[in-house]
C-alpha cells in the first residue's frame, strides 16, 4: 500500500511538472511547493534529482514536436536547410553558456540558500508582478527577430544571460528567456520556439 501511495504521488507531480513546465511560471517551483504538501517518502538528495529529471518528459515533448526541424540528418533537408539546423543548434548552445556557467558554481550555495518554499514563494510573486508590468507597458510590438532561424550568436547569448534569472527557485525558465527575448526584439513566436530550444541542453545537462 505505501509504494502505491508513493505511485500516485509521483503521478500528481507529473501531472503539475507537465501543466507548469511550458507556461511562464515556475515548474521547479510549484514542485517544491507541492513537497511541502505532498512531500514523497525519499530522502532529500532523491528529491532534488527527482525534481530536475521528471523534466526530462516535458524536453521530450519539444524533441518530438520539432523534430525535423531540430534534425540536422533529415533526408528531406536540403544541405543549406541541413547546415542552417547546426547553426541554430551551436546558438542555442550559445545561449546555454551562462546559466551553464553559473549554475556550476554556484549550485551547492543555490540549494543550501535559496531552495526553500520561501524563496519560490517570493519569486512567484516578484516575478508575477514584473511580468505584467512588463506586457503592460512594452511599447507596441516593433519585433525585428521574427523567426527564429534569424537569432544570431550575440543575441542568442543576451537571451541566455536571462536565462540565468531561472536558477532562482519560482522563477519560470521560459518566462524569464521568453520576455528577455521579446525585450531584446525577438516576436513572441520566435522568442518561445527559442526558448524551448534552450530548454534542451539546460534540462538534459542538470539531469546528468
Not at 511560471?25 to 538528495?45: D, F
Not at 527577430?145 to 543575441?155: A, F, G, P, Q, S
Not at 534569472?165 to 527559442?194: D, H, N, Q, Y
Request: glycine share 6%.
Amino acid at each position: 500500500m505505501p509504494a502505491f501511495i508513493e505511485l500516485l504521488k509521483s503521478i500528481l507531480y507529473g501531472i503539475v511538472e507537465g501543466i507548469t513546465e511550458w507556461l511562464p511560471i515556475s515548474s521547479t517551483g510549484h514542485l517544491i511547493l507541492l513537497g511541502e504538501v505532498c512531500p514523497l517518502s525519499v530522502s532529500p538528495a532523491f528529491s532534488e534529482m527527482f525534481d530536475v529529471v521528471i523534466q526530462l518528459g516535458a524536453i521530450l515533448a519539444v524533441i518530438f514536436l520539432f523534430f525535423r526541424k531540430l534534425n540536422p540528418f533529415a533526408p528531406s533537408k536540403s544541405p543549406v536547410e541541413k547546415k542552417n539546423t547546426w547553426g541554430l543548434w551551436l546558438r542555442v548552445c550559445v545561449a546555454v553558456i551562462p546559466s551553464a556557467a553559473v549554475g556550476v558554481l554556484l549550485d551547492d550555495w543555490l540549494d543550501e540558500h535559496l531552495y526553500n518554499y520561501v524563496t519560490v514563494a517570493v519569486a512567484l510573486v516578484v516575478y508575477g508582478i514584473l511580468f505584467i508590468l512588463i506586457e503592460k507597458f512594452k511599447p507596441a510590438d516593433r519585433a525585428q527577430v521574427t523567426r527564429v532561424e534569424d537569432i544570431d550568436y550575440k543575441l542568442a547569448f543576451l537571451i541566455g544571460a536571462f536565462q540565468m534569472l531561472a536558477l532562482i527557485p519560482g522563477t519560470s525558465r521560459s518566462g524569464s528567456t521568453i520576455l528577455g527575448a521579446m525585450l531584446l526584439g525577438c516576436s513572441r513566436v520566435a522568442a518561445a520556439e527559442f526558448s524551448f530550444f534552450m530548454a534542451i541542453p539546460t534540462m538534459l545537462g542538470a539531469s546528468l
